[in-house]
């Protein structure tokens, strides 16, 4: 489903002015309220970047006392220091923060931001197709997990979700159109019921068209994602009881092509960059995926502030499905691109269903110089396969279903402290250990803006590491041990002035029994001990009305040879930023460019939806240049941009994955529309 349709458009504008009527005004946060910071550990270096001020006419607003007579036809009462954002964690650590919503127009214009997640990404050359961290990411959630996760990044993240809090209804729409048929499109309508009880309601989707293997980009879709989250807040009178709530849905289709295919031996990489005209190696492949998530997060005040009690439930469904009508074959006869036909050799439908019920009880407590919470967790997780089965293997009419199932029932305790100073020295830890296997500890400090933390994970394999059926692979792993990851992380923050903002961090990780998808698209685990250096550099200059924002990483990967990652990857953007047209309008101009180093990037396997190694195939030392100008209207963000404006100038293009070029030269637009009453 597209938004080419003036029907959804003119729905959601009929449900945004129908609310104005609903507007109120209360009066806001408690004085002597807290607002100590969270782990630094856990902060997005991102939000260190300097922001301009917020010009919005309703800045001005005077607040009135309740009950007074508002004049709503002569001024802006409602604006975005009206409408405020809360998270659920703050809340249970004790900081009572709520922040103003983003209204700036910082990084509006770079495809990272699109998404729920702002990390570097390897992906299939087109916004919403399947990715994976393009860095090293150290791992986080021990004990069962399913272990798909190629379109996490697209999904609504049930832990991270902003509740908010409104005087007046808030809403925005969000749009993002690009050239090649990149879509993406958001709309948020949130408002409190009562001065304590907030709803709010976000409905996304993200459309991308096939670049390569078509010859009528109009109509040939490549993916068509829709995502919901229903989320509410609600807290006592007495602020004693708190309840986090929220529902997220994904409905993601991938249309899969297997990547590029060569027409005859002479093709080289260099010559499969012919897009519409090249051959690919899947016509009727599909992935499909739908997930549900609830949770509840609720706590009650015992003796105030110093002791908590709270309860998390998590209910999460994931069902991915595999389609492919026409198994290819080449010129021989013999089948291509898969390794083997297991159960039928005409046509594939794998599935797998994964269900997980997750409890947890605890305590927290936490005063002005300390925080502390303990926890006992349960986790009831099980998968279900299935495969078809031919009554002939060339023959389409099913004979059978192959099933079988993987269960894990599992128990965890764990618990955080936090002692902090003046939010200048900051002590912390924390643990989680699961019966009796897995566990994960961290320990840092922090002195200003030096930082140390040390972290160790024993990790055990993931569900689809350890067991699968399909069509084309099966395994059966149960016997792999567990992982262990050791790390030890520095960084170095310092402002000088609002000229200069530096970051230098630095990381030692070392990994035992590192598991893998190998060369052949299957779970391997590893002997002996991956180990890699990180070293990262960040910094933002300012000169007058001219900035420069660089992000470098270096990783050292001599040690680790199965961590395929860039060994250098650098983001600068240049950008003029200001008033123009007497201080009529503030705006960004500049140009952005991204270049990691040519590494052996991993192949991607869609029957599995895994990244495995492959060591045929380096991708090349390319940049990508974006040319964009964003501005602020008074309550709408927009930008302009040409992507990869540096397309076919010296290389016919690049290779996002073996297999799967990058995005030609786009022209893309997008707004972001904020309505306050």
């Known amino acids: 489903m597209r938004i080419k349709s003036f029907t959804i458009l003119l729905f959601l504008l009929a449900l945004l002015s129908a609310t104005d009527s609903f507007a109120q005004i209360r009066p806001r946060q408690k004085p002597g309220q807290r607002t100590t910071p969270t782990n630094p550990a856990q902060q997005n270096p991102q939000r260190t970047q300097q922001q301009q001020p917020n010009r919005s006419v309703q800045d001005t607003a005077r607040v009135k006392k309740p009950g007074s007579i508002l004049d709503d036809t002569t001024k802006a009462l409602y604006g975005p220091k009206t409408t405020l954002r809360l998270y659920e964690n703050d809340v249970l650590e004790g900081i009572y923060r709520e922040q103003r919503i983003d209204t700036t127009i910082q990084n509006i214009q770079n495809q990272r931001y699109w998404f729920q997640d702002t990390a570097y990404y390897q992906h299939l050359g087109n916004i919403g197709t399947a990715s994976q961290p393009l860095l090293y990411k150290l791992p986080t959630r021990i004990g069962a997990r399913f272990g798909k996760n190629a379109f996490d990044r697209y999904a609504y993240d049930s832990n991270k979700i902003n509740y908010f809090d409104t005087r007046s209804p808030y809403s925005h729409l969000y749009y993002v159109q690009g050239q090649r048929g990149e879509q993406v499109f958001e709309v948020i309508y949130a408002r409190n019921i009562t001065e304590r009880f907030n709803f709010g309601v976000a409905y996304q989707i993200i459309a991308a068209d096939k670049q390569f293997g078509t010859t009528s980009l109009r109509d040939d879709g490549l993916i068509d994602n829709q995502a919901v989250k229903a989320f509410t807040h609600y807290r006592s009178k007495n602020n004693n009881y708190n309840l986090f709530s929220n529902y997220t849905h994904l409905n993601h289709e991938q249309i899969e092509t297997g990547g590029v295919k060569p027409a005859d031996a002479d093709d080289t990489p260099d010559s499969l960059f012919r897009y519409e005209d090249d051959l690919v190696f899947l016509e009727q492949a599909v992935t ?14 015992i003796v105030g502030e110093n002791l908590k009690a709270y309860h998390r439930f998590d209910w999460r469904k994931q069902n991915t499905t595999y389609r492919d009508d026409a198994l290819p074959k080449n010129a021989e006869g013999a089948l291509d691109f898969y390794p083997e036909a297991i159960y039928s050799s005409a046509r594939t439908l794998d599935k797998t269903n994964y269900r997980e019920f997750e409890n947890e009880f605890g305590l927290s407590g936490n005063t002005s110089i300390s925080y502390y919470k303990a926890y006992i967790k349960q986790r009831n997780s099980k998968v279900d396969y299935s495969a078809i089965q031919t009554i002939k293997p060339d023959t389409n009419a099913i004979g059978a279903i192959v099933t079988d199932d993987l269960v894990e029932n599992q128990v965890f305790i764990g618990g955080k402290l936090r002692f902090n100073y003046q939010d200048k020295y900051l002590l912390f830890g924390e643990g989680e250990y699961q019966l009796v296997d897995n566990y994960r500890l961290q320990a840092g400090a922090r002195f200003k803006g030096l930082e140390f933390v040390q972290s160790r994970v024993r990790q055990s394999p993931s569900l689809m590491e350890q067991y699968l059926i399909s069509n084309h692979f099966t395994w059966n792993n149960r016997d792999f041990k567990t992982t262990i990851t050791d790390q030890s992380r520095a960084s170095l923050r310092q402002q000088f002035g609002t000229r200069l903002f530096l970051k230098l961090s630095g990381a030692y990780t070392t990994i035992n029994r590192l598991v893998v998808y190998n060369t052949d698209a299957e779970p391997a685990q590893l002997t002996g001990n991956q180990q890699l250096l990180e070293v990262q550099f960040a910094n933002h200059l300012r000169l007058g009305s001219i900035h420069f924002e660089n992000f470098i990483n270096y990783t050292n990967t001599d040690e680790a040879p199965a961590i395929r990652v860039p060994e250098w990857l650098v983001n600068s953007k240049l950008y003029f930023q200001g008033y123009i047209f007497k201080n009529a309008l503030f705006t960004q101009i500049g140009v952005e460019m991204f270049l990691p180093t040519g590494y052996k990037a991993d192949a991607y396997m869609p029957v599995t939806q895994q990244f495995y190694l492959q060591n045929d195939f380096t991708t090349k030392t390319y940049p990508v240049f974006d040319v964009f100008l964003t ?47």
């Open 631 to 677: 501005a602020d209207i008074k309550t709408v963000n927009v930008f302009v941009k040409m992507a990869h404006a540096n397309y076919d100038l010296w290389e016919p293009g690049y290779y996002e994955t073996p297999g799967y070029p990058g995005l030609r030269r786009s022209l893309t637009f997008g707004l972001k529309w904020m309505f306050f009453d």
């Open 288 to 301: 499909d995926e739908i997930r549900h998530n609830y949770h509840l997060l609720h706590m009650l005040k």
